[in-house]
């Protein structure tokens, strides 16, 4: 290229060679003409093997074709032609090795006519060093991140500082946290930075974002055209978003069973987000979905103790009701038998028995929120359980509501109370015909569910499951009052047509069998209800009873600490043909049971006064009389008292309030079976 008469031409050439970066010169078509000796050992050539090569060869494969694009445009534009020092690009070696280096690149017009030369210079430490920097910027961020969601009391505020910290770390204006509801499918922005409140509206509401948050399909870690085809992603469906922004990183919050949402950050720089960066806020995503993750642990945590403490308030209340409902029933009986065949009192005695059984309907629903209702589980065929309850819907909901139930054969039996699992799906359909006014469809389902290890599903134990669906395209529920319906007397019906007992009955009754209660709605687009209970060990079909006698002769020690109730128990007992004798507490009875052998069976309340249960009764009677048959009552039951009742095996409750019918029927039953064993 230099003239060999120049006398400069030395000079020159030794000025190229002692430049302290990579030299090379190329001409109009990208060919190599000019190298110096750093640019050979930089690039791992031999002597003069880079002449005569395109420059497009010192670049890696996926950048070739848009670098002769680029070159092109370059050298057309000769009024456009500098560069200056400072542009960053990737280098390949002989060796296929790729580095980062730094290019100045200048215009030279020669004799041959205009060549281009690049001083190049190895940035692989600087690059080292800088990247060391930022990542220690960024551990920095994440640490202070972490500090204070760790010690925060609003949460609303520290999520906000999240979008700020992330945007002041990344040195970007924009940034925002979009969560997916968690009883629908919509979005909703949590926080947000620097984004005008139309683009946050577009977020929330698109369903190609819906879709996105779902799926999860654009994550971090992935190769740059698909963070590329994030910022194409939010063009097309926001096309309000400003043109300023030149890419973007959509980096997900993992949940237990999938994403619960996205951290959305966008930037004025075109490949931006390298992988460093994408890392930093894919960590960030793993810390806020850590502290949503224990906000609504804590959230639940607070809603059962708050339940708790109400189930313990509401248990304590319907002992000492059912109690005084045994009192009132009984002597409502006791005088339906004493006064004449008038028809005037026979009816006010009938309308007061109503009331008693109302009462002890509410009772036995507080029970059962409360988790304290003694529950009577046997395999039930769940085909015909649906079979019967949709036929018997069908004639109670109305011919507005079309009630339609599926189950196929292959569902296991469920191993529930029939009669409380029966109540919680009338219930559930009651509620759902409230909320179709104008009439609607109700489907009632049931299909097998099986958990075989703990981290399939942690809401329950491993184990095969019936899930009963109850779902209605009804008017749904707002998520202010979703928050709500599992509390007891929270209602949204107008006065005297509900307790606010319904939901929250069911509720205890799944949680005491051992299941599930879940609920989703959705406004204007209905309600679902499901409910996970065990499935029986064996569907095998239970033989019926005979009906046994309800009357008989023998001699009952009655053991109830309230003096009315006894007394009810007592006189109930004489009616049928018993003899009776009675005890007000635990150490009376057992005097009388050393000084009469006579006894033959013990009928006693679970709750007695001395600090002694009715458990602890038949136990010590049955050191001295192993087989004396023992019939319990309670209006609280033992469940709430910790109690091991293995020992007694299978045994007989009577609940509170009984009707005489009921006490001859249990004593009957209790006495024919001891005495056959």
């Known amino acids: 290229m230099f003239s060999k008469q120049a006398p400069d031409a030395n000079l020159f050439r030794a000025l190229f060679e002692a430049a302290p970066d990579a030299m090379i010169v190329v001409d109009r078509r990208g060919i190599i003409v000019l190298t110096n000796a750093h640019a050979e050992r930089l690039?791992?050539?031999?002597?003069?093997?880079?002449?005569?090569?395109?420059?497009?060869?010192?670049?890696?494969?996926?950048?070739?074709?848009?670098?002769?694009?680029?070159?092109?445009?370059?050298?057309?534009?000769?009024?456009?032609?500098?560069?200056?020092?400072?542009?960053?690009?990737?280098?390949?070696?002989?060796?296929?090795?790729?580095?980062?280096?730094?290019?100045?690149?200048?215009?030279?017009?020669?004799?041959?006519?205009?060549?281009?030369?690049?001083?190049?210079?190895?940035?692989?430490?600087?690059?080292?060093?800088?990247?060391?920097?930022?990542?220690?910027?960024?551990?920095?961020?994440?640490?202070?991140?972490?500090?204070?969601?760790?010690?925060?009391?609003?949460?609303?505020?520290?999520?906000?500082?999240?979008?700020?910290?992330?945007?002041?770390?990344?040195?970007?204006?924009?940034?925002?946290?979009?969560?997916?509801?968690?009883?629908?499918?919509?979005?909703?922005?949590?926080?947000?930075?620097?984004?005008?409140?139309?683009?946050?509206?577009?977020?929330?509401?698109?369903?190609?974002?819906?879709?996105?948050?779902?799926?999860?399909?654009?994550?971090?870690?992935?190769?740059?055209?698909?963070?590329?085809?994030?910022?194409?992603?939010?063009?097309?469906?926001?096309?309000?978003?400003?043109?300023?922004?030149?890419?973007?990183?959509?980096?997900?919050?993992?949940?237990?069973?999938?994403?619960?949402?996205?951290?959305?950050?966008?930037?004025?720089?075109?490949?931006?987000?390298?992988?460093?960066?994408?890392?930093?806020?894919?960590?960030?995503?793993?810390?806020?979905?850590?502290?949503?993750?224990?906000?609504?642990?804590?959230?639940?945590?607070?809603?059962?103790?708050?339940?708790?403490?109400?189930?313990?308030?509401?248990?304590?209340?319907?002992?000492?009701?059912?109690?005084?409902?045994?009192?009132?029933?009984?002597?409502?009986?006791?005088?339906?038998?004493?006064?004449?065949?008038?028809?005037?009192?026979?009816?006010?005695?009938?309308?007061?028995?109503?009331?008693?059984?109302?009462?002890?309907?509410?009772?036995?629903?507080?029970?059962?929120?409360?988790?304290?209702?003694?529950?009577?589980?046997?395999?039930?065929?769940?085909?015909?359980?649906?079979?019967?309850?949709?036929?018997?819907?069908?004639?109670?909901?109305?011919?507005?509501?079309?009630?339609?139930?599926?189950?196929?054969?292959?569902?296991?039996?469920?191993?529930?109370?029939?009669?409380?699992?029966?109540?919680?799906?009338?219930?559930?359909?009651?509620?759902a015909r409230d909320a179709m006014p104008r009439g609607g469809r109700l489907a009632i389902t049931a299909r097998s569910y099986n958990v075989a290890h703990a981290e399939e599903d942690t809401r329950l134990a491993p184990g095969s499951y019936v899930v009963f669906t109850v779902s209605d395209k009804g008017e749904g529920i707002p998520p202010n009052i979703l928050e709500h319906v599992l509390e007891p007397f929270f209602t949204t019906k107008e006065a005297g047509r509900g307790s606010g007992l319904g939901l929250s009955m069911v509720y205890g009754f799944v949680k005491q069998s051992g299941g599930h209660f879940n609920i989703e709605s959705q406004v204007g687009f209905g309600t679902r209800v499901e409910l996970f209970l065990p499935a029986a060990p064996s569907a095998a079909a239970e033989e019926a009873a005979p009906s046994p006698s309800r009357r008989g002769h023998e001699s009952i020690l009655v053991v109830e600490d309230e003096p009315e109730v006894r007394r009810v128990s007592v006189a109930f007992l004489r009616t049928l043909g018993y003899l009776p004798s009675e005890a007000g507490d635990a150490v009376t009875a057992l005097e009388q049971l050393r000084k009469h052998r006579n006894i033959d069976l013990l009928f006693t309340d679970i709750v007695l006064g001395g600090g002694m249960t009715g458990f602890e009764l038949a136990a010590k009677a049955r050191e001295r009389q192993p087989h004396l048959p023992v019939l319990f009552t309670s209006g609280y039951e033992y469940a709430s008292m910790d109690i091991d009742t293995r020992a007694f095996g299978a045994f007989e409750l009577l609940r509170k309030p009984y009707r005489r019918e009921q006490l001859g029927a249990a004593v009957r039953r209790v006495l024919d079976r001891d005495n056959s064993a």
């Open 43 to 431: 690039f791992g050539y031999e002597a003069d093997a880079l002449t005569g090569l395109q420059v497009e060869a010192l670049l890696p494969a996926a950048l070739r074709q848009a670098h002769i694009a680029h070159r092109d445009r370059y050298t057309s534009h000769p009024r456009e032609r500098t560069m200056g020092a400072g542009y960053e690009l990737t280098g390949v070696r002989a060796d296929g090795q790729s580095f980062p280096v730094e290019i100045g690149l200048s215009p030279i017009v020669a004799s041959q006519g205009t060549l281009y030369a690049a001083s190049i210079r190895d940035i692989s430490e600087t690059q080292r060093a800088r990247q060391a920097l930022e990542r220690a910027r960024f551990d920095t961020a994440i640490a202070q991140m972490s500090r204070r969601l760790l010690v925060a009391t609003i949460n609303e505020k520290a999520i906000d500082e999240v979008t700020e910290l992330v945007a002041t770390t990344l040195g970007i204006r924009a940034a925002a946290i979009i969560l997916s509801h968690p009883h629908h499918r919509s979005l909703h922005v949590l926080a947000s930075t620097g984004l005008p409140q139309a683009v946050l509206e577009t977020l929330s509401g698109d369903p190609a974002m819906r879709d996105t948050v779902r799926n999860e399909t654009l994550q971090v870690g992935e190769q740059p055209p698909l963070q590329n085809a994030a910022i194409e992603f939010l063009r097309k469906i926001c096309p309000s978003l400003s043109s300023d922004y030149q890419d973007a990183a959509l980096v997900s919050l993992p949940d237990r069973h999938g994403p619960m949402g996205l951290l959305l950050a966008l930037a004025p720089q075109k490949d931006y987000f390298d992988r460093d960066r994408l890392n930093f806020l894919q960590s960030v995503g793993n810390i806020v979905a850590a502290f949503i993750q224990r906000g609504r642990s804590e959230e639940q945590l607070g809603h059962s103790q708050r339940l708790d403490a109400l189930g313990q308030l509401t248990g304590g209340i319907a002992h000492d009701f059912n109690n005084l409902l045994t009192v009132i029933s009984g002597n409502l009986q006791l005088l339906e038998a004493d006064i004449p065949d008038d028809p005037s009192p026979r009816k006010t005695l009938a309308s007061a028995s109503r009331a008693v059984e109302r009462g002890a309907a509410l009772t036995r629903k507080l029970l059962t929120f409360s988790r304290r209702q003694h529950l009577l589980p046997r395999a039930v065929h769940t085909v015909q359980l649906l079979a019967d309850l949709s036929e018997m819907l069908g004639r109670t909901l109305g011919e507005r509501i079309a009630v339609t139930a599926e189950c196929t054969n292959e569902v296991p039996a469920v191993y529930a109370d029939e009669g409380e699992l029966e109540a919680a799906l009338i219930n559930l359909a009651l509620n």
